[in-house]
C-alpha cells in the first residue's frame, strides 16, 4: 500500500504562484510514475500532468508553460509549481501514484482577489 499526502494549497491572487507537494510513504518502491489532477464541484476530476521515476513529464494542455511537476525520488515526493495562476485554476488538488492507482486526500487552491 502507497499512502500520498497532499500540503501547500491555499488562497492566492490571480497571476500569483503556488507550490504543491506530495509525500509518498509505505510501499514506496513500488511507485513509478505520479501526477496531479484536480477537481470543481460537480466536474469530472481532469489530469493535469504526470512524471515518470526517470522524470519524463507531460503535461495538459490547460496548464501547459504554466505549472511544472518535478519529483524528489530520495523523498518520494512530488512538487507541482504553479504559476500565472488564473480564478479558472480554483479547485481540489489531487495526487496520485501508479496511474490512478493511489490517491491522495486533495488540498485546496482557490485564486482570487
Known amino acids: 500500500q502507497v499512502q500520498l499526502v497532499e500540503s501547500g494549497g491555499g488562497l492566492v491572487q490571480p497571476g500569483g504562484s503556488l507550490r504543491l507537494s506530495c509525500a509518498a510513504s509505505?510501499?514506496?518502491?513500488?511507485?513509478?510514475?505520479m501526477g496531479w489532477y484536480r477537481q470543481v464541484p460537480g466536474k469530472q476530476r481532469e489530469w493535469i500532468a504526470t512524471?515518470?521515476?526517470?522524470?519524463?513529464?507531460v503535461y495538459a494542455d490547460s496548464v501547459k508553460g504554466r505549472f511544472t511537476i518535478s519529483r524528489d525520488n530520495a523523498k518520494s515526493t512530488v512538487y507541482l509549481q504553479m504559476n500565472s495562476l488564473k480564478p479558472e485554476d480554483t479547485a481540489v488538488y489531487y495526487c496520485?501514484?501508479?496511474?490512478?492507482?493511489?490517491w491522495g486526500q486533495g488540498t485546496q487552491v482557490t485564486v482570487s482577489s
Open positions: 496520485d501514484a501508479n496511474f490512478r492507482t493511489y
Open positions: 509505505g510501499s514506496i518502491v513500488s511507485i513509478n510514475a
Open positions: 512524471i515518470t521515476r526517470s522524470g519524463s513529464a
